[in-house]
């Protein structure tokens, strides 16, 4: 549900840049990701409470691959969807 609601703010070019929604990146699948800049924006459930070690080993590898990756939280999504975006605005200047 949140990754949805997100997507529906990303796509089309709607921040200025192409957003691509489960992008496969060497062994792991992005939520969304912006190839112009190297964003990937990882939206975060209960799910990855239980895993922060593994999640962090993941970005650390994305990271030496060049990518920035954003974590969003998936309530930050459903309840204030301004804000999620305005953070993901405020990546993409930081990474263009």
């Known amino acids: 549900m949140s990754e949805?609601?997100?997507w529906d703010a990303l796509c089309s070019r709607q921040l200025?840049?192409?957003f691509?929604?489960?992008v496969p990146?060497?062994?792991f699948i992005l939520d969304f990701f912006a190839p112009a800049v190297r964003l990937a924006v990882e939206v975060d459930g209960g799910y990855h409470a239980k895993r922060?070690?593994?999640d962090q080993r993941r970005d650390r590898k994305l990271r030496r691959?060049?990518?920035t990756v954003l974590h969003i939280p998936a309530e930050l999504v459903l309840e204030d969807l301004a804000e999620a975006v305005r953070r993901i605005r405020q990546a993409l200047a930081a990474a263009g």
């Open 65 to 67: 691959a060049g990518l």
């Open 52 to 54: 922060r070690a593994a």
């Open 25 to 27: 990146f060497k062994s």
């Open 4 to 6: 949805r609601r997100l």
């Open 20 to 22: 691509h929604r489960q």
């Open 16 to 18: 200025g840049t192409a």
